[in-house]
Nanobody, 124 residues
Framework: QVQLVESGGGLVQAGGSLRLSCVSSGRTFSTFTMGWFRQAPGKERDFVGSITRGGSTTNYADSVKGRFTISRDNAKNTVYLQMNSLKPDDTAVYYC?????????????????WGQGTQVTVSS
């Protein structure tokens, strides 16, 4: 079983930055592709980005491309989401997730395990 715990959320003004962290339990972290999703009130859970097991490849939603960066440290069982130039539209609960399935990484069914989420609020 894999447990994921996000941290780093909070309240920030538009234009500001936050870095989210997601720590995984267990010794299998490096075998998972990791993803970040977000869900605003009343909306579906949307793909933010993903990173491959070794960290060599990342993919991002168009809405965050150029502003958000995903990285990982397999020695620390941790994946990060650096968010810059934040906008009020970025307000949501942010979730990290781990995938070992052969499915499109932008889709929620691709992910076996999910964290509990961390709230990010961007004020205008």
């Amino acid at each position: 079983q894999v447990q994921l715990v996000e941290s780093g959320g909070g309240l920030v003004q538009a234009g500001g930055s936050l870095r989210l962290s997601c720590v995984s339990s267990g010794r299998t972290f490096s075998t998972f592709t990791m993803g970040w999703f977000r869900q605003a009130p009343g909306k579906e859970r949307d793909f933010v980005g993903s990173i491959t097991r070794g960290g060599s490849t990342t993919n991002y939603a168009d809405s965050v491309k150029g502003r958000f960066t995903i990285s990982r440290d397999n020695a620390k069982n941790t994946v990060y989401l650096q968010m810059n130039s934040l906008k009020p539209d970025d307000t949501a609960v942010y979730y990290c997730a781990a995938s070992s399935r052969v499915l499109p990484l932008w889709s929620t069914p691709a992910y076996n395990y999910w964290g509990q989420g961390t709230q990010v609020t961007v004020s205008s």
